[in-house]
């Protein structure tokens, strides 16, 4: 959780820079692009909290550059579709980390089968998506 903090208060800053009107070169507009994708992503309806497995998914996928290629305003209707996934295709996986959630750990160990397994189901979905909106 710390490091989405000093990431979205990086994003904010840069946020504010960019309203200056400067020509942001490409790495810039990119990092400002992936805050306005989390942004999008930590968005929950009122009264309607999400499951911890389906924020640590979400923010998984945002956090590590698979959503880079999905349009903002598009952002809400690909983690709907994907938690659906998740929850319809890949119940085994996600029932895997709802048991390992706890550790603290929890997808941070690139070869561990579970982070293997959501990296996976993240493109596998990503790439349906996409192909389904060209």
Do not use: F, H, S
């Given at each position: 959780a710390g490091g989405l903090?000093?990431?979205?208060a990086a994003f904010r800053e840069l946020e504010a820079f960019a309203q200056l009107g400067t020509d942001l070169d490409p790495a810039t507009?990119?990092?400002?692009?992936r805050g306005y994708r989390m942004v999008e992503l930590l968005k929950q309806p009122q009264y309607q909290p999400r499951n911890v497995v389906d924020e640590i998914l979400s923010?998984?996928?945002?956090?590590q550059g698979f959503l880079d290629?999905?349009?903002v305003d598009q952002i809400s209707a690909w983690?709907?579709?994907f938690l659906a996934y998740m929850q319809d295709q890949k119940k085994d996986v996600w029932n895997l980390l709802n048991e390992n959630k706890d550790k603290g750990?929890?997808?941070?160990?690139a070869d561990d089968p579970t982070t293997v397994a959501v990296?996976?189901?993240i493109e596998?979905?990503?790439?349906?998506f996409l192909g389904a909106k060209k």
């Open positions: 903090r000093l990431d979205l507009q990119a990092r400002l692009d923010i998984y996928a945002g956090t290629d999905v349009p983690e709907a579709g750990d929890t997808l941070k160990k990296r996976g189901a596998e979905y990503t790439k349906q």
